[in-house]
Structures are given as structure tokens and as C-alpha cells.
């Protein structure tokens, strides 16, 4: 069968909390025969599966199905929230980032408890690695 944005992301996720498929079927009482075929498109998890993986990946089952590039909802609600007047596709980006990769948010959530003299080094040390990068 051909890849889906569900099977996708569920491999993504699965492998963003360093999760074997074992562990992930053991998590939502599957076996592991049914994540691999979730994962390779063979089989599409039904609703009661897509909700436990969306409260296992804290992410909407939107997202988790692929409905989530500039839904015009989101976009508007988005700015709504954080009195933007037009919409600020890199800020955008970063949520969608964010949503993706829960351990670098966790670790960014961190960084902001920080104070400012720690920020400004991780900030400054963080400029200097992206442009050597670039």
C-alpha cells in the first residue's frame, strides 16, 4: 500500500519519543503486527485508535492525519490569539515545528524559564551555530 500522512506520522512521532513499535502497541493495548501495518499503510487505525494517539502524541487528530498545513480556522485563531494583523508563515513554521519534535519543545519551554543572561549566551551561541551551518 501507499504511505500515508497517518502512517507517516505515526512512524514520525513514534520515533520522535524513541518508541519501538512494541512499546507503542504495549502503550495502546496492540500488538505489534498492528502499529507495522499502520506505519507501512497496510491498515488505517479507526477513530478510537486515532483519538488514543493523538492523546499519546499530544497532537490533534488533524494533525495526526495530515490536516494541518494552513487550515483557515487555525490560521485565523492563530492570529486572533497573538493580535497579528497578517499571518506570519514563519511563526507558522515554528508551531508546526514544534507540534513535530515534543522534545526540542520541552527543552525550548526550559529554555524561557531561564534568566535573561543565559538566554542571551544560548541565543548568541545558537546565531553562531546556524550560520556556520548556512
Known amino acids: 500500500m501507499k504511505e500515508s500522512p497517518v502512517s507517516r506520522n505515526i512512524k514520525t512521532f513514534r520515533d520522535q519519543n524513541g518508541w519501538s513499535q512494541l512499546q507503542l502497541a504495549e502503550e495502546l493495548n496492540r500488538s505489534r503486527a498492528t502499529i507495522s501495518k499502520w506505519e507501512t499503510g497496510n491498515e488505517t487505525p479507526n477513530m478510537e485508535a486515532l483519538i488514543q494517539l493523538s492523546n499519546i502524541f499530544d497532537v490533534s487528530i488533524d494533525y495526526l492525519v495530515g490536516n494541518h498545513h494552513q487550515q483557515d480556522a487555525y490560521v485565523k485563531e492563530f492570529n486572533r490569539l497573538y493580535q497579528l494583523q497578517k499571518t506570519d508563515d514563519e511563526l507558522l513554521e ?41
Open 94 to 134: 515554528v508551531v508546526d515545528y514544534l507540534k513535530q519534535n515534543p522534545k526540542f519543545k520541552k527543552s525550548l519551554h526550559m529554555y524561557t524559564k531561564l534568566n535573561v543572561k543565559y538566554q542571551k549566551t544560548i541565543e548568541k551561541n545558537f546565531r553562531t551555530l546556524v550560520e556556520d551551518l548556512s
